[in-house]
């Protein structure tokens, strides 16, 4: 089964720092996603990777940059963090670019709260 | 644009009732329909799928119709039990793109 591990359940931080988090995935995917869910509003996109240094802007990529340096990992950085971005965060990976039949994989989210 | 409309929740069954969860959605083409679910404290799971019209997607009881006249993929399932309690939602791939788009998610609670 393909394993998604986010770094941290549950993280506080202060605001106007910068939070960094980490999900690995151990299935050799291409795609890696980084959503955030609030409720009533579902999971929003806010960066995807294709390939390693790859990155594109999701639906609300304000206020949030991402980095992937090798596959397996695909890192969100909040660079000064603010009130309005306490959620939960979720990343996911799916194999290849090519199929829309592919079913993305999640991991079991970091729930973060900026202080 | 692509979207996704669930049903608006919170949805409060007893055990072995019958469940509908509504799920329309607007794209061009033939996008892809998937289910997720979300049990408490974890992430998203894949629930089921359907990849073209008239498909049915089907896992752990629950079942949704790919209807590409009423652009809907509902899911059912027949006798529901507590450990159903999550939260669903709807979402769909576009050729061309690794993107899903999501409802809003419905919260689901059974009853003993």
């Known amino acids: 089964d393909v394993k998604v591990t986010q770094s941290s359940r549950y993280l506080v931080k202060r605001t106007g720092e910068k939070v960094f988090l980490e999900c690995v995935q151990d299935?050799?995917?291409?795609?890696m996603f980084w959503y955030r869910q609030d409720p009533g509003l579902g999971l929003r996109l806010i960066y995807f990777?294709?390939?390693?240094?790859?990155?594109e802007k999701g639906d609300i990529p304000e206020g949030y940059s991402v980095s992937r340096e090798k596959k397996e990992r695909f890192s969100l950085i909040l660079e000064s963090a603010s009130t309005n971005q306490t959620s939960m965060y979720l990343c996911?990976?799916?194999?290849?670019?090519?199929?829309?039949?592919?079913?993305?994989?999640f991991g079991d989210g970091t729930r973060l709260s900026i202080l | 644009g692509n979207s996704v409309t669930q049903m608006e929740g919170p949805v409060t069954l007893s055990e072995e009732a019958f469940l509908t969860i509504n799920c329309t959605y607007t794209?061009?083409?033939?996008?892809?329909l998937f289910w997720y679910v979300q049990y408490p404290g974890e992430g998203l799971q894949l629930l089921l799928k359907?990849?073209?019209?008239?498909d049915k997607g089907s896992n752990k009881g629950f079942e949704a119709t790919y209807r590409k006249e009423t652009t809907s993929f509902h899911l059912e399932k027949g006798s529901v039990q507590v450990s159903d309690s999550a939260v669903y939602f709807c979402?769909?791939?576009?050729?061309?793109?690794?993107?899903?788009?999501f409802g809003q998610g419905t919260r689901l609670t059974i009853n003993p």
């Open positions: 979402a769909l791939s576009q050729e061309g793109a690794q993107k899903l788009v």
């Open positions: 359907a990849t073209k019209a008239d």
């Open positions: 794209a061009t083409g033939y996008p892809s």
């Open positions: 996911a990976s799916s194999p290849t670019r090519v199929l829309k039949t592919q079913p993305q994989h």
């Open positions: 299935m050799d995917h291409e795609n």
């Open positions: 990777s294709y390939d390693v240094k790859m990155k």
